[in-house]
């Protein structure tokens, strides 16, 4: 569940115009405005005024900077919208729940297309590739978050060649208030953002965790199949370094496949189960997750299962986006609650 503090921070932020206090002025966008964004070079001669957001962080992101009433098209949703933001998300358009076709985007008009992940629009991408948009003189964006030390040109979620860092989603915001010319909003943005983040890592910085084990379970396309989990560099990764936890996942692959008996190997003092809406696989069922953990003969004798070390987190503070602290605050409590501090 999204923290009080987070939609506070957010519903401060969304209502720039109110006060901007503390937050230091940013200079104003001068047009034409050009970025390099994931290998790709974008210019803007003015603000966009039709975006369609391909991914619900990007979405957010732009609910968060005041900037809705520019959204004519959303899609790829994990989870309920944030409150804050639920009066102008019924005013946008949703495209599809998970990929939208590239006649569905375009059929809104838009002067930019901005997408959460590189293989929904990238080279490769399945609902289109950016020299598509292109030819029609539309703009893209891509999260540098999915792509700044990342490789996405083989299958799958790509392979993480650096941890992420928040810095990214810094960045992402960052280049969305020189876009649109509301550069102050994104600094206030980043500022509520970074001291709520340096709040958690504060909060645990007594604990100490004893060098804990630790598996991320995203999802399976068979409930009894190899399972989704996080790599070693990715957003959950980085939640386990500010912790001090390790992950038992050593591969860069972003989500790789993992058989169960390859985690029993290692014997997870904890096990961070993902709780989202979206039903894409069998295993995007929290209750399925849980029952498996109690019932399979692999999975239910790890020392986790058994002691019922089990966190909950919710799939936004998977991914890179304005959730991610929340994951840093869910894995403290649990590490504290589980008695894994020195």
Known sequence: MRSAARLSCLSFVAAIGMSMSGAALAAPTQYPLTLE?????????????RVVAVGQTQTEILYALGLGDKVVGTAVWFSPVA??????????????????????????????????????????????????????????????????????????????????T??????????????????????????????????????????????????????????????????????????LSKLGARNVITTNEEWPLVGWETVASTNPAVIVVVKMDRRRFPADDINLKLDFLKTDAVASKLDASRQQRIVIMDVGATRAGLDTIDGIEALANGIKSFGLTK
């Open 166 to 239: 928040m810095e990214l989603v810094y960045r992402n915001i960052r280049e969305f208030g020189q876009i649109f010319d509301v550069s102050d909003r994104a600094e206030a943005l980043v500022a509520e953002l970074k001291a709520r983040e340096d709040k958690a890592v504060a909060s645990v910085a007594g604990i100490k965790p004893q060098d804990v084990p630790v598996v991320v379970w995203f999802s399976s396309k068979d409930i009894k199949g190899d399972a989704f989990l996080a790599g070693k560099n990715g957003v959950p990764a980085y939640i």
């Open 37 to 49: 964004n994931c290998r790709e070079t974008i210019t803007f001669n003015q603000a966009p005024k």
């Open 83 to 164: 409150k804050p933001y639920e009066a102008v998300n019924a005013k946008v358009k949703r495209l599809a729940d998970n990929d939208p076709s590239f006649e569905a985007v375009v059929a809104q008009e838009p002067d930019l297309v901005t997408a959460m992940f590189e293989w929904h629009i990238g080279p490769n991408g399945i609902v289109g590739k950016r020299d598509q948009f292109a030819k029609l003189k539309v703009p893209t964006y891509v999260s540098p978050t999915d792509c700044v030390g990342k490789d996405n040109s083989g299958p799958g979620d790509g392979v993480r060649t650096q941890m992420f």
